[in-house]
């Protein structure tokens, strides 16, 4: 048992010898690790109190037992292990004793750490580089009994974004069966591209194309581009509004076929609120050759996260009026939905 316990005492006293110590002016001594020093304060990790911050001008001495980096006020950058006395500061390196007591410490960081400056510049590089983003939903409801019933949907977003422009690819479609009746089965694509030019200004571009089989459509192409100005461009919300010129082509089952140019109206506005997000847009595309002839879209989704990480709830509404529909289809039709959403990037 004493040989044990001698044991137990020399490695406590190993232990010590090798922790990180911090010396204050008023004659208080920190055990710990050192895990950041500038010229203006110390950082010591310590067992009872987690990371304590002590000014530079309380620090009278400490002593670092492993090799970290420090970047001294002359420009030169050493690796080694730190002693810091009243009178004295020295960094034991690879090469023997560095004196530095006429010099200043103006930053410390580990070994297998990269600089404050590295970390710098990639966090400036990463915001200029464009990044991807994905997401994938999907919605299934149903019902039995009286009547048999069942509605699936999905949509997939991804998109690219720099710090002036932006692409945004989407897909989606929704089904719905009622018994042995067909109440919905539409598709529907789009791109988006979009680019800051002279503060809040942006130019666009875009197409989209749908297929409805309620409303007879075979496929619905529309293209357009123009400018766009962002009243409130902050990365928790945006507001912009659009206005361009667009060329509209439609098809029918029936054979019948119809063309027309004409305006591209927009506005989107998304806001973050506490940790869900909420996003409306709204298009309307009315046509040169009768103002009469119009379609509007609007979509209003509200992102929820859940405790999974990359998961989270959509719920949301979409109306697409058409002011001109095919004989026997009403002119708005609204879908309501709740999706689970899996994003990633």
Known sequence: MKH??????LALAVTSSLADTVRI???SVLHGTIVGADDTAVHIHTSFGGVIKVSASQVTGMSV??????SLQ???????????NPDRTTIETSNGEVVISGDTITGSWGKDEESPEVQAMKAELSGKLRQWKFDVGLDVAGKTGNTERISTGGSVNAILQGPTDKLHLSGGGNRTKEGNVLSTKE??????????FKGNNSWYVRMGMEYDVIELLDLRTTAALGWGYYF???????LRGR????????SFNDARTESSPGLDVGLSH??????????????ATPAFEDFNRYQIKHATNWNIPLSQENWKLQLGIRNDYNSMPVPGIKRLDISYFAKLVMAWQ
């Open 4 to 9: 044990i316990a001698l044991l137990l005492v």
């Open 25 to 27: 002016d008023d004659g």
């Open 65 to 70: 037992s492993e090799e970290r980096f420090y």
């Open 74 to 84: 002359s420009g030169s950058t050493l690796l080694g292990r730190l002693e810091k």
């Open 187 to 196: 598709a529907y694509g789009g791109i988006d591209y979009e680019t800051l």
């Open 232 to 238: 409130h461009n902050q990365p928790d919300r945006h």
């Open 243 to 250: 206005l361009g010129l667009q060329y509209k082509h439609e």
């Open 270 to 283: 998304k806001a973050t609120i506490g940790t869900t997000t909420l996003a409306t847009d709204i298009t």
